[in-house]
């Protein structure tokens, strides 16, 4: 398709529109032995599998929001959906105005899916060779080509790598790469897919200034994913948690932790040790060091004023800190909580199959390629 034919996407919405959005999958179930698999051939026991059930939210132009949860909760599949590599099971969805499942070229050229997890460039090849690459497949000008990839090897600090073979490079280079090829074409949508997944602590935060820095200069609209609560912490104000494929949270960070956070700690410096059982009567000791001159308790938030103030009067106190608990905490929190199973049926998506089946295939290439090939 010409770049002439192609349409550019509009809306003046929500640029990320979901409703009740569902992706089931039906799995077969074969007990052991001989006798069970020759049984199998003519009744096969199934299991239906809700990977994401029936979820609802909508994100501005420009947010950085954070999607959160365990292993199995949806987080990728949902991705996948708002990306086009996988059609809805029920619900509707909408980026950039449009059907993603429909793959139009238009909204492709849009949209990039970058994943941690998953190689997209050629492993033998230069990255360079990946880049040039990408360059035809979403027809990019060749002047706008060289500035943005100037831009970005510049941000990244990828040095002379764009001439060594993929496979040699490190870890952290390749990510970084991987992040070029996938903003070429300066998409207004980016999902992330654990970005920084096993990446060292330097490489995380270049990568999470540069992603900072993107966000302020050209208003990308970002959905992350990831299990490092850095990341989080630092690049997103909203977060969504989702688990068993349900939301079960949506908004700010403070919130999250004034909803979930049950209790405080509070950091003491003594000017005389302090015997260990003396301050378990006021909180519950999570650190005893210095032979009694330092100590971490936690208490519930709704008494930690007084527990402190009882430090205060009682003790020699040098200096006394009280923070919140860690993101990462007050997520474990709330996966304490998961909600039951629903059984209750979802409406059909106009255009995607009635229910899981043949048609609910999932291509495991990178995500932007994928969606650049599919379109072109």
């Known amino acids: 398709m010409s770049k002439s034919s192609v349409t550019p996407v509009t809306t003046a919405g929500p640029v990320i529109d979901v409703a009740g959005l569902c992706k089931y999958y039906r799995t077969y179930r074969k007990p052991e032995g001989l006798r069970a698999a020759i049984g199998g051939l003519f009744h096969r026991e199934t299991t239906e599998v809700r990977a994401v059930d029936g979820i609802s939210f909508s994100v501005e132009a420009g947010e950085m929001v954070g999607f959160l949860g365990p292993n199995g909760a949806g987080k990728t599949t949902t991705l996948k959906m708002l990306s086009g590599l996988l059609h809805p099971t029920g619900g509707s969805v909408r980026v950039l105005g449009s059907l993603p499942f429909r793959r139009e070229a238009a909204f492709q050229r ?28 979403y027809e990019v000008p060749d002047a706008r080509f060289r500035a943005t990839l100037a831009e970005l090897v510049e941000l990244l600090e990828l040095g002379d790598a764009l001439g060594t073979p993929v496979r040699q490079l490190s870890l952290g280079q390749r990510m970084k790469c991987e992040l070029v090829a996938a903003l070429l074409h300066r998409p207004r949508v980016l999902f992330l897919d654990e970005p920084t997944i096993g990446l060292d602590v330097v490489v995380q935060r270049r990568i999470r200034d540069f992603f900072r820095l993107y966000n302020e200069r050209y208003e990308t609209t970002v959905l992350l994913t990831s299990h490092y609560m850095d990341d989080v912490e630092q690049l997103c104000r909203r977060v969504m948690v989702i688990d068993h494929g349900r939301l079960v949270f949506d908004g700010g960070l403070a919130e999250l932790v004034d909803r979930h956070a049950n209790t405080k700690y509070v ?74 199973a629903d059984t209750t049926d979802t409406p059909d998506i106009p255009g995607a199959p009635d229910r899981p089946g043949a048609a609910d295939t999932v291509d495991k290439t990178a995500g932007h390629e994928i969606a650049a090939k599919a379109g072109a």
Do not use: C
């Not at 849009?110 to 035809?136: C, H, T, Y």
């Not at 950091?267 to 650190?287: I, K, Y």
């Not at 060091?289 to 205060?312: D, K, V």
């Open 267 to 340: 950091t003491v410096v003594f000017g005389q040790p302090v015997a260990r059982g003396e301050l378990e009567t006021v909180g519950s000791v999570v650190a005893y060091e210095e032979g009694g001159r330092r100590a971490t308790l936690s208490m519930p938030r709704e008494t930690h004023s007084r527990g402190a103030a009882a430090l205060l009067n009682t003790y020699q106190v040098d200096d006394l800190d009280i923070r919140e608990p860690g993101l990462e905490e007050v997520i474990a929190q709330v996966f304490q909580h998961r909600p039951p």
């Open 110 to 137: 849009q949209i990039a899916l970058v994943m941690g997890q998953k190689n997209g460039l050629w492993w033998d090849l230069p990255a360079m060779d990946s880049f040039v690459l990408n360059r035809e497949i």
